[in-house]
């Protein structure tokens, strides 16, 4: 397998506009998690899907973000509109749902908002 | 809730000297305790993880870690670094329960190795 594999790698956007994070989780894995990884705040779980349905949305910072994901192979991270201070790594990670308890994670896309 | 913490935010060691890179977490019931490596511009690799059994847990690339119950900690150990060992090391820990649940990370500790 691939892997987890997030798209794109890096993405540099202006202040307000849409930007979409995508993800594909090993096939077969039943959890998804998105996490943001910065240098003030480290690693914080936004969200995380079990069978595609959105367990623990807490993490979300504010209504401008929001994650969907509409098959077991395929998820979205939105914000809309975008601020400078959304600048990060984000990462994509999934878990297979049979007793596993390692999370593998994609390489992360790289957002500068200017 | 669970949390996690790692007080050393950076770690300079000799290479083949040992290292030892602190976690201690703080949870109400029991947890899983993992350490993740993240080298530059990757994304996290699991290093080890403690699940039950042998409070000794053995993983990746050398490395070590035990857990202690009474002190809640799991702290990294490595007898001898090598300049490829450079890298984020981040502590983890989850609840035991049915099903994975959300893996709550430190704020991770940077273990810088030179010659």
């Known amino acids: 397998d691939a892997g987890v594999i997030q798209s794109p790698r890096h993405e540099v956007t202006e202040m307000g506009q849409e930007v979409t994070l995508r993800c594909k989780p090993i096939?077969?894995?039943?959890?998804l998690f998105w996490y943001r990884q910065t240098m003030m705040r480290g690693l914080e779980l936004l969200i995380y899907f079990n069978n595609n349905v959105p367990i623990d949305d807490s993490g979300m910072p504010e209504d401008r973000f929001s994650a969907k994901m509409p098959n077991a192979s395929f998820s979205t991270l939105k914000i809309q509109p975008s601020e400078p201070r959304d600048s990060a790594v984000y990462f994509c990670?999934?878990?297979?749902?049979?007793?596993?308890?390692?999370?593998?994670f994609g390489q992360g896309t790289r957002l500068t908002v200017v | 809730a669970q949390s996690v913490t790692q007080l050393d935010s950076q770690v300079p060691v000799f290479e083949e000297a040992p290292v030892e890179l602190r976690c201690n977490y703080s949870?109400?019931?029991?947890?899983?305790l993992f350490w993740y490596v993240q080298y530059p511009n990757q994304g996290l690799q699991l290093l080890l993880k403690?699940?039950?059994?042998?409070?000794l847990v053995k993983g990746i690339n050398g490395f070590e870690a035990e857990f202690n119950k009474s002190q809640t900690s799991f702290h990294l150990r490595k007898p001898s670094v090598h300049i490829s060992d450079t890298a984020e090391y981040f502590c983890?820990?989850?609840?035991?329960?049915?099903?994975?649940?959300?893996?709550?990370f430190g704020t991770g500790t940077r273990l810088l190795v030179s010659p």
């Open positions: 403690y699940l039950s059994g042998s409070t």
């Open positions: 983890a820990v989850t609840l035991m329960n049915t099903g994975f649940q959300k893996l709550v």
């Open positions: 990670a999934s878990v297979s749902g049979t007793g596993s308890t390692e999370a593998f």
């Open positions: 096939s077969g894995h039943n959890s």
């Open positions: 949870s109400s019931v029991s947890v899983y």
